[in-house]
């Protein structure tokens, strides 16, 4: 059985509300003292302005040279970031990233539901190591779950428009 294809999201769209499972005080996979909880992307989301940057997948090479890149803006903007990987990799990944990283709101989408409702599924080739259908590498701005401004690089092999500094200039215009 295969997903129905979303259109992508738009500018001035509210951000699906989906459930996901995370962490609440993860400390790391030696000290797995955190606490699992069940929220959704409104209540995770809404209140604030935020970037939410998504990925392909957690610890592969490209994505790992861009999560630092955020992690060290996290004092300036609040951050989310979508994988399609369980929360346990991502909050292993945010561990592994350093202290700033947790600053960041870690979202594991394993089964692509948020992805696919913001219309940026990427197909991949099995051969490369991650799933068949992953996440396009984007970055959107919202406000209170509005989307504001969108960014999706083309190959996401390479951080163009999803720039910690070029995405960070356009949040500046909502805070």
Known sequence: MTAATHEQIQVGQKFPNIAFTT????????????????????????DKTFIVLLVPGAFTGTCSKQLPTYAEKANEANIAVIGPNTCDVMSAWQAASGDTARNITMIGDVELEIIRECGLTLDRPKERGLGPVVAQRAALILVQGVVKEIFVDKDPAKIEETD????LAAYNKYV
């Open 23 to 46: 962490y609440t005080n993860f400390k790391g996979p030696e000290d797995q003292t955190g606490e699992r909880v069940r929220t959704n992307t409104h209540d995770a989301l809404h």
């Open 164 to 167: 910690i500094d070029k995405v």
